[in-house]
């Protein structure tokens, strides 16, 4: 199946900075993820993107499905931006098969 | 409103005993799945259904079982084979498809095995 690797593992950040996450997967796929974990554990969708460039205020994604890789990016971060921040692939002719990979720790300081 | 609800929240049990998690979506979608999740680490795949009455194994499907009879519900149970069962767990619906397609998922079930 598909592997995917998130990398840094953990990123500590003061309020305002800007931060790349980035993830690699191992083969091409259908649909690529970002998603968000609160302190709660609740899993928030970011992003759908497969391929391209998103935007959504402070967040954005993008996807070069022909290098295999993701990167979100987040500008002026904000206390609450803190959680792990995870990427997940599917290809569809594997049949679904929802992979995670390990998740960035991010931390912003005031 | 539509979504994915786990239920409980919290589930306390003891050792040796098999314990069932439920997980319900009204989204239509035909894929589910449950993952588990330890303290400080990432989300391994248990369980995942493309269609009713059909399922496989992921990652870690040992000490666990499913049934999928209905398109709303894949309930998880716990079995005693599970040597480490108290975790996170997380379940998730989808629909499939090369089209937009976000996955959501419940707010999990926090197990602890006592």
Redesign the interface.
Known sequence: GIQVEQSPPDLILQEGANSTLRCNFSDSV??L?W?HQNP????I?LF?IPSGTKQNGRLSATTVATERYSLLYISSSQTTDSGVY?C?AIL?TS?????????T?LTVNP | DGGITQSPKYLFRKEGQNVTLSCEQNLNHDAMYWYRQDPGQGLRLIYYSQIVNDFQKGDIAEGYSVSREKKESFPLTVTSAQKNPTAFYLCASRQPGTGPTFAFFGQGTRLTVV
Do not use: P
């Open positions: 259908n649909n993820q998603f709660w554990g609740q899993l969708n759908y995870f997940a569809e049949g679904s098969r929802l992979t995670f990979g390990e998740g720790q």
